[in-house]
């Protein structure tokens, strides 16, 4: 994307720009990243399973695999606040998850956890949803 005059790269774009580079000096680091998956019922194995299936499918690193039983706003989440502690401390650098509710059902509360991360130049994975 051009921007007066300057190319801007997405945090997704960056992070595959520095594999490639890494592979040219015969060195291969995989994105590590963190599965988060937040819902009422205490079965979160299946988007659990459907979330790790999906970072493997972009050959990213699982560090952890976070579960949450709840309908709170994120900062009443302890382990989303896990996850982005871990984004700033440079242990992971993308939170995979199922669905976009699964970080907040208020929308603007999960379009501040997205800002939160592409501040840190890391970024957010949701699985594409199927058809019905």
């Not at 382990?79 to 995979?96: D, F, K, P, Q, Y």
Request: glycine content about 4%; aromatic content about 4%.
């Amino acid at each position: 994307m051009a921007l007066q005059g300057k190319i801007t790269r997405s945090p997704h774009d960056q992070l595959r720009r520095s594999a490639l580079a890494a592979a040219s000096r015969g060195r291969i680091e995989r994105v590590k990243v963190v599965v988060y998956v937040s819902t009422l019922t205490p079965d979160r194995s299946t988007a659990a399973r459907a979330c790790r299936d999906y970072a493997e499918l972009h050959d990213w690193h699982v560090e952890e695999v976070l579960r949450e039983t709840t309908n709170e706003p994120p900062p009443q989440r302890p382990e989303l606040t896990r996850a982005l502690s871990m984004v700033a401390e440079r242990t992971i650098v993308g939170i995979v998850t199922a669905h976009r509710s699964m970080i907040s059902p208020v929308d603007t509360d999960g379009t501040s956890v997205e800002e939160t991360l592409r501040r840190a130049g890391a970024f957010l994975a949701v699985l594409p949803q199927r058809p019905a």
